[in-house]
């Protein structure tokens, strides 16, 4: 299973890590951080919560389905016209199969004020540590790599540094084990991460599941109008859009575009 991959190639990561910047090093420099407010740690769940659809506008350079991502324009573009159109950035900082690292996440926390999310397969607590210190204001647990004690563990130790947390589950099971810890932010991920096959449908199956005070976001596979007006249906909060927006020479059109469909009545002639 690719999800078994992954998260073996990020063990073997995470030891690399250690041997340059040991553990007690990184925790050190995280706690060394001015502690934030209550309300400065939630400027990503802040960004997504507001009235009317919220953009997650992602920075990835290939995916395991896909392969890599041709650019069309260069990172600090691609970010200029994000701070222009969409509410939050994610960028993915995991080295083997999506191809990130750190040091695309600091260059884009040095020029967007945007709330950032550091989406990686977060096993171990090292990683917490290392995402307040390169800027992050949120991260991602994954339901279906993490047990339940886990889940708990990394969900008090992210609050602890002042980082949102967006819970991403795919399955009833999933999103019921996520729930059991009260999250502010749960996502849907209508890719599978044991085959990366896409199904909308899975957004339609989960919403019913989660409370309407929770932040709701739906996340993959959102790629034409119908796609946009389907979620609408269902009351999304946000829509994480990684590859048609690197793939686009305007992804600022994009964002605008989409958050005027998804604006407009049912009827598509308006």
Do not use: W
């Amino acid at each position: 299973m690719i999800l078994d991959k992954i998260v073996e190639d990020k063990k073997k990561r995470l030891i690399e890590d250690k041997q340059k910047v040991s553990f007690e090093d990184i925790k050190r420099e995280a706690l060394a951080i001015a502690p934030v407010s209550p309300k400065e740690g939630s400027r990503f769940y802040e960004a997504i919560k507001k009235e009317g659809l919220s953009i997650i506008g992602e920075f990835k350079k290939a995916s395991p389905s896909l392969g890599k991502i041709a650019p069309t324009i260069e990172l600090e573009q691609r970010i200029d016209e994000y701070n222009e159109s969409v509410d939050c950035i994610s960028c993915l900082t995991e080295q083997d199969h999506f191809l990130g690292n750190i040091d695309y996440f600091k260059q884009i926390r040095n020029i967007s004020p945007l709330p950032m999310l550091r989406k990686d397969f977060m096993i171990d607590e090292y990683q917490f540590y290392e995402a307040k210190v390169i800027g992050a204001d949120a991260v991602l647990l994954i339901v279906a790599i993490l047990d339940d004690a886990q889940l708990r563990d990394f969900y008090q130790l992210s609050c602890f540094l002042g980082l949102d947390v967006l819970l991403e589950a795919h399955d009833e099971n999933q999103m019921e084990r996520a729930l059991n810890i009260n999250p502010k932010i749960v996502g849907v991920n209508n890719r599978d991460l044991r085959d990366f096959t896409i199904r909308l449908d899975t957004t339609a199956k989960l919403r019913k599941l989660v409370p309407k005070d929770t932040a709701f976001v739906s996340e993959s596979g959102i790629v034409c109008d119908d796609d946009i007006r389907f979620l609408k249906e269902y009351d999304v909060d946000a829509f994480l859009i990684g590859r048609a927006f690197m793939e686009s020479k305007n992804p600022r059109q994009e964002a605008r575009h989409i958050k005027e469909v998804y604006l407009r009545r049912d009827d598509p002639r308006l």
